[in-house]
């Protein structure tokens, strides 16, 4: 079966630092994968997505940056983040058979 | 013609009574219809999902009516539990891609 793992659980980072969150799809191979932003009480917001590996578009410009570097891995980056990143950052996947399923999620708290 | 508009936003049900959230969308290419169940701190997970060739499909004590030429779509949850008590959001895609999602909604089952 499929699972999807997420990491760090949460984190709280200063503003000016970098960030570096990872996710990865075990038991599926070419995932499309996205990274969704979910404010404190509001619905899920799109940052990005990839259907292949190199392959990443981007659906709000932002302060954030995305990457896959191997088939199953996604990662969000940010070279200086901003007060306003904090949020609940979820992976997910999903492909031409099946539905999107998400992670547990990252809690960034920006200070 | 990409929203999808959902409510309400929030919604308290006492247990056994039946808690009903409504989406509707625009873009008639959507053809799949998902509806996610988020507890606080986890990911989104799938609940229930329907194709435009049905007009009701039940799981359990959960169903989702569509109605394909008044583009709306909701969730009956019968029989509410304090344990349904989570945010749902319903969404739409084509052919099991990006997924479009509603606002969300806030259920709380007051036992």
């Known amino acids: 079966s499929q699972t999807i793992h997420q990491w760090p659980a949460t984190l709280v980072q200063p503003v000016g630092s970098p960030l570096s969150l990872e996710c990865t799809v075990e038991g599926t191979s070419n995932p499309n994968l996205y990274w969704y932003r979910q404010a404190a009480g509001r619905g899920l917001q799109l940052l990005f997505y990839s259907v292949g590996i190199g392959q990443i578009s981007s659906e709000v410009p932002q302060n954030l940056s995305a990457s896959r570097p191997q088939d199953r891995q996604f990662i969000l980056s940010s070279k200086k983040l901003l007060l306003s990143d904090s949020g609940f950052y979820l992976c997910?996947?999903?492909?031409?058979?099946?539905?999107?399923?998400f992670g547990n999620g990252t809690r960034l708290t920006v200070t | 013609q990409q929203q999808v508009k959902q409510s309400p936003q929030s919604l308290i049900v006492q247990k056994g009574g039946i808690s009903i959230i409504n989406c509707a969308y625009e873009?008639?290419?959507?053809?799949?219809f998902p509806w996610y169940q988020q507890f606080p701190g986890k990911g989104p997970a799938l609940l229930i999902a329907i194709r435009p060739d049905v007009s009701e499909k039940k799981e359990g004590r959960f169903t989702i009516s569509f109605n394909k030429s008044a583009k709306q779509f909701s969730l009956h949850i019968m029989d509410s539990q304090p344990g349904d008590s989570a945010t749902y959001f319903c969404?739409?895609?084509?052919?099991?891609?990006?997924?479009?999602f509603g606002q969300g909604t806030i259920l709380t089952v007051h036992p």
């Open positions: 969404a739409a895609t084509t052919s099991y891609g990006k997924l479009t």
């Open positions: 997910a996947w999903g492909s031409d058979n099946s539905p999107l399923h």
């Open positions: 873009n008639t290419a959507f053809d799949y």
